[in-house]
Structures are given as structure tokens and as C-alpha cells.
């Protein structure tokens, strides 16, 4: 039996089969240098090759000894696997990678270097990636989806993530926007409680999760002013900024460490000029940081008195405590609404996925008669609208 009458007992597509005058199988050929020859002479034609049950596995176009032209790869069944060109020997132009039939991946070559438009493709033949190449590396736009949702999409720069970037809600509706700087997030961040106004900000630098505040005058100078803005320096380097009138502190109270992050701020400070002793008080919102500057707690103060909702984070950023006050007690267990409204302030900040640390909570889940279920992330997933 002869080649040609060979392949056309193969149980694959003769449309898919490159046409050609001459082919031989690899195992005739011998390569010097990188040059294939056959019978002596660099080889123009198609070299092919078995699999183990005597299927084609792979044909490639070559031209004076070189691939150039077509290159084609298959599965046991006979069906197409990869499709990818060859321009002297180096991959060049449009190639193709194929899962049961269906494109997974597209990508565009230059002389042997990815150049161009890279699509990804899901099992149902819809866009999962997209992405830009310059010379080998992921230079240009970035788009990412899932279920043919967009998912995130931003841009690279030689590689590394720069720029603006966005991630969004399953619903469409933004999750997070923000830059990153050399791959790593850098400045402020705007996170979404799937609406459409930032919950909360978050600012990073060297990839570093902080919220934080640094000093406005980097220069640490000692500033004393009877009516108006003061900083007091500590040995240590800490240092206090603080507002005073006619020489009482008033408005807002900061505390700096010696690298100028922020680890205490007040909004307010009143004076309590009622009976004997007289009191600096706090009032408003009052904050603390840990020394790298991400949040570890806040609550609000009312004339010296907690009142209100008070959360605490650990130094990963995690909710782990969240308190009620009333006339600086802590109320949040005392009735069911009480207990409602705490729940509804975690899954406000936590987007509506109670983590596992502040397992406490779930106590007063099961005390409402409210259940959920536990996601793979190990979150504890219950519908806002229940509470």
C-alpha cells in the first residue's frame, strides 16, 4: 500500500490535510544544521508523522529545508489539535489551539515571537481572554470574561499590569477601579458594594494593603500657634497635628509614627466646661491604624460617649469585631433589631459575605433564624434582603 493510498483510510477530514506533490515521513528525513534534508537535498514538500495506532499525528509544509507554510497536529481520534505557521523556520502568523473542536486559543506570531491579538475561548466557544503581545510580552489592552460577562479589563505596559484597571460584579455593576504601578496596585482604590458608589477606599503603595495618611509636611517641623494648625514632635519622631483656638485644642486631633503614617485620628475635640473637672472630649468619628497604616478600628463618639456602630479590622484588613453602642454601651446583642442592624453593617462592608473570623456573628444568625451556606472561599453567603 502506498502513502497516498494510506491516508485515505485515516478517519481525518481530507479538508484539513495540506495539499502537496511530495510527502514523506520525518523518519526519512535527516537534519544538518537546521536544515531537513531528503535524499541528500534540502526537502520541499509535507513531512508527516504516525501516532501509536498508525494515525496522522502532525504534517508540516517545509521549502528548501525549512518549515514555512502550514503546520497541523491532531488527537488520537484524527481530530485537529493545533494549527500554526511557519515563515523560515520561525512561527509567523495566525495560530490556532483546539478542545473538542472548539477554538480555545488564537494568537498572532512575528518571526517567532508572539506579536499581536491573543484570544482565549470557554467550552462554549465564547471570548474568555483578551489580551495584546508586542515582541514576546503582554504589552496593550487587557480584557478578562466569564460566561461572556466582562469580568476585568485594564492594560499592560512591557508585562507588568499598569494603569487603570476595573473588576466587576457577576450583574455587570463595578467591584473595584484603581491603578496599578508596575504590576503592583498603587494609590487609591475605589471598592463597590455592588451599586453604583464607592464603599469604601482603600489605598495601596509597593503592593503594600494600607489605608492611610501621611503628614502634609514632610519636613517635621516643630509648628506652635495660639489660633490655628500646630505640630508637636516626640524624641521618638512621632509627632501630633493638632488645630488650636485662642490656645485650646479644637477640631481635628492626629497622631503620626516617625515614618509619618497615621496611626490615630480624631475629628473632634470638645472641652467640657461643666463642674469641677474640666475635660478634653472626644466627639465625631475617632480611628485607629496599625504601624503600617491599615485601619484597626473606628467608631463615632458623641460628646465623650461611643454611639453608633464600631468595627474593628485585624492586619490583613478583615473585619473581625463589629460593636453598637448606646451611651458608650455596647447594645448589640440587647434585642433583635439591634441584632439586625449589625448584621446588615457586616454584610454592608463585607459585600454581602460574612468571612469566617467574626464567627461570633453567625450566633445571631441562627438566633434570627436566618441560614446560609458556605462558599468555596470559605465565605457564609446570606441574602441582604433577608435581614
Known amino acids: 500500500m502506498g502513502i497516498f493510498d494510506f491516508f485515505k483510510k485515516k478517519p481525518v477530514n481530507n479538508n484539513d490535510l495540506i495539499d502537496s506533490n511530495l510527502r514523506i515521513n520525518w523518519d526519512q528525513t ?11 537535498k534540502p526537502f520541499t514538500g509535507i513531512c508527516f508523522s504516525l501516532n501509536d495506532n498508525n494515525n496522522l499525528d502532525e504534517e508540516t509544509e517545509l521549502v528548501n ?3 514555512h507554510g502550514k503546520s497541523k497536529e491532531y488527537h488520537n481520534d484524527g481530530e485537529l489539535f493545533k494549527e500554526i505557521n511557519y515563515k523560515n523556520d520561525l512561527l509567523d ?3 490556532k489551539w483546539y478542545s473538542d473542536g472548539i477554538l480555545s486559543v488564537e494568537s498572532n506570531y512575528r518571526k517567532g515571537e508572539e506579536h499581536g491579538l491573543h484570544n482565549e475561548y470557554d467550552k462554549e466557544g465564547r471570548l474568555s481572554i483578551q489580551v495584546n503581545y508586542k515582541q514576546g510580552i503582554q504589552d496593550g489592552l487587557y480584557y478578562k470574561y466569564e460566561n461572556g460577562e466582562l469580568k476585568e479589563e485594564g492594560k499592560y505596559k512591557v508585562g507588568k499590569r499598569d494603569g487603570l484597571w476595573k473588576i466587576y460584579f457577576n450583574n455587570g ?3 473595584e477601579e484603581g491603578y496599578y504601578n508596575e504590576d503592583e496596585r498603587d494609590g487609591i482604590w475605589k471598592v463597590y458594594n455592588n451599586s453604583d ?3 469604601r477606599k482603600v489605598i495601596y503603595g509597593k503592593n503594600k494593603f494600607e489605608e492611610v495618611e501621611k503628614s502634609s509636611n514632610s519636613s517635621k517641623e516643630p509648628i506652635q500657634n495660639e489660633n490655628g494648625f500646630n505640630r508637636i514632635i516626640s524624641d521618638d519622631g512621632s509627632f501630633q497635628e493638632v488645630y488650636k483656638e485662642r490656645g485650646r485644642f479644637t477640631k481635628e486631633f492626629k497622631q503620626f509614627n516617625d515614618k509619618g503614617v497615621l496611626v490615630y485620628y480624631r475629628e473632634r475635640i470638645i472641652h467640657n466646661n461643666v463642674g469641677k473637672d474640666k475635660k478634653l472630649l472626644p466627639d465625631g468619628i475617632e480611628k485607629t491604624y496599625y504601624q503600617d497604616g ?3 478600628t473606628k467608631v463615632s463618639f458623641i460628646k465623650g460617649q461611643r454611639e453608633g456602630l464600631g468595627t474593628e479590622y485585624d492586619e ?11 451611651n458608650d454601651e455596647n447594645v448589640a446583642w440587647d434585642n433583635n433589631e439591634n441584632m439586625k442592624l449589625v448584621l446588615r453593617e457586616i454584610l454592608n462592608i463585607m459585600d454581602n459575605q460574612i468571612p469566617m473570623m467574626p464567627v461570633l456573628y453567625l450566633g445571631m444568625l441562627e438566633s434570627l433564624g436566618y441560614k446560609g451556606d458556605w462558599n ?3 465565605y457564609y453567603i446570606i441574602s441582604q434582603s433577608l435581614i
Open 30 to 40: 535527516e537534519d544538518i544544521g537546521i536544515i531537513t534534508h531528503f535524499n541528500g
Open 65 to 67: 529545508g525549512l518549515k
Open 93 to 95: 502568523g495566525i495560530n
Open 173 to 175: 455593576k463595578l467591584s
Open 197 to 199: 458608589k464607592p464603599e
Open 294 to 296: 491599615l485601619l484597626k
Open 316 to 326: 490583613d484588613g478583615w473585619l473581625v469585631n463589629i460593636e453598637y453602642y448606646k
Open 376 to 378: 468555596e472561599d470559605s
